[in-house]
């Protein structure tokens, strides 16, 4: 049973640019829920993505973007990236089916911004 | 805002000690609280605990909620270097949506 996959797993860009991070979940998951980790931090919520549709939105710029797929995958786009935005950033994958609020990570993307 | 702090921020031990990690929070609508041990990147899930008093026990792990005071506690007994790591520790809101508050994480570092 494949876990969270994400990719790539690192990624150089520079500032200006756009990226786009990939995530796939956990067998039998649903909703896809995408952090930034910036370094010494913990994870920050970015957005949730639910049946296609974006669920909940953290504290973040519109130049952070995302899409979820049929197959309940999912994508993290970011436009104009600034230094700032150099971080890890993890996809957790969890289903409405579970009663709590567990979740599961996936490896991350290290995104360095230059 | 929810807010999760943890503390300490980093913690040194030798092999064979017991340590004691806190997390205190302030949530609306408390559901549940979680601990991950995240030690290259991905967090992996150790426990979660959603009813006061509980003790959730795995091998030396252990953890317990106190919802009336708002804080949990992760200990760990007869520490393995393989312990080091960051531990993290986060809340989830009732109302049918999944979104973590994660505090900053203690640094456990284990020496031989």
């Known amino acids: 049973d494949a876990g969270v996959t994400q990719s790539p797993t690192h990624l150089i860009k520079t500032r200006g640019q756009q990226v786009t991070l990939r995530c796939s979940p956990k067998?039998?998951?649903?909703?896809v829920s995408w952090y930034q980790q910036a370094l010494g931090q913990g994870p920050q919520f970015i957005f949730q993505?639910?049946?296609?549709?974006?669920?909940q939105r953290g504290n973040f710029p519109d130049r952070f973007s995302g899409h979820q797929f049929p197959n309940y995958s999912s994508e993290l786009n970011v436009n104009a990236l600034l230094l700032g935005d150099s971080a890890l950033y993890l996809c957790?994958?969890?289903?409405?089916?579970?009663?709590?609020?567990?979740?599961?990570f996936g490896p991350g993307t290290r995104l360095t911004v230059l | 805002e929810d807010k999760v702090v943890q503390s300490p921020l980093s913690l040194v031990v030798h092999e064979g000690d017991t340590v004691t990690l806190n997390c205190s929070y302030e949530?609306?609508?408390?559901?549940?609280l979680l601990w991950y041990k995240q030690e290259k990147k991905a967090p992996t899930f150790l426990f979660m605990l959603?009813?006061?008093?509980i003790e959730k026990k795995s091998g030396r792990l252990s953890s317990i909620l106190d919802k009336k005071e708002l804080f949990s506690i992760l200990n760990i007994t007869a520490t393995q270097t393989g312990d080091s790591a960051i531990y993290l520790c986060?809340?989830?809101?009732?109302?049918?949506?999944?979104?973590?508050?994660f505090g900053t994480g203690t640094r456990l570092t284990i020496i031989p």
């Open positions: 957790a994958s969890s289903s409405r089916d579970l009663p709590y609020n567990e979740q599961f």
């Open positions: 067998s039998g998951h649903d909703t």
């Open positions: 993505y639910y049946e296609e549709e974006e669920r």
């Open positions: 949530v609306t609508n408390f559901r549940s």
């Open positions: 959603t009813s006061s008093g």
């Open positions: 986060a809340v989830g809101r009732v109302e049918g949506n999944e979104k973590l508050t």
